[in-house]
């Protein structure tokens, strides 16, 4: 920064009236011409640099945020998965290997995935 101090060189946008040059005295000189406080390259870049990391951080908490409660969505879903599974009474299949639900005295029917995703809604809907 020298004592000369000249006008910035800056134009500024104002709306429907359009452009004008910036009004105050640039005592900073950068890149062969003078800037103001505001205007400034190096000022404009430090400032763009703060905000970015502010919504950067901030959108890294917004995105651990609905995670978590995705992850925790998840958990009831799979919980409710399993009272469902253990509800039912298992019968062995004909080749006596394997075992398989018998789902015909469930009230609702035999999908299980819809009941499993019913279950998990009306869980997430108590208070």
């Known amino acids: 920064m020298s004592g000369e101090r000249q006008d910035c060189a800056a134009t500024v946008f104002?709306?429907?009236t359009g452009t004008f040059p910036c009004y105050r005295k640039g005592p900073f000189k950068e890149?062969?011409?003078?800037?103001?406080?505001?205007?400034?390259?190096?000022?404009?870049?430090?400032?763009?640099?703060?905000?970015?990391?502010?919504?950067?951080?901030?959108?890294?908490?917004r995105d651990a945020a609905e995670l978590q409660a995705e992850n925790k969505i998840w958990n009831e879903a799979i919980e409710a998965a399993a009272e469902l599974m253990e509800s039912h009474v298992l019968r062995s299949s004909h080749d006596g290997h394997s075992l398989t639900p018998i789902y015909g005295g469930l009230k609702g029917g035999g999908n299980l995935e819809g009941r499993v995703r019913a279950a998990a809604i009306r869980k997430l809907k108590k208070p």
């Open 31 to 61: 890149g062969g011409k003078f800037w103001c406080f505001q205007h400034a390259p190096s000022k404009v870049a430090e400032r763009c640099a703060q905000a970015a990391k502010k919504y950067d951080d901030e959108w890294k908490a």
């Open 14 to 16: 104002a709306g429907r």
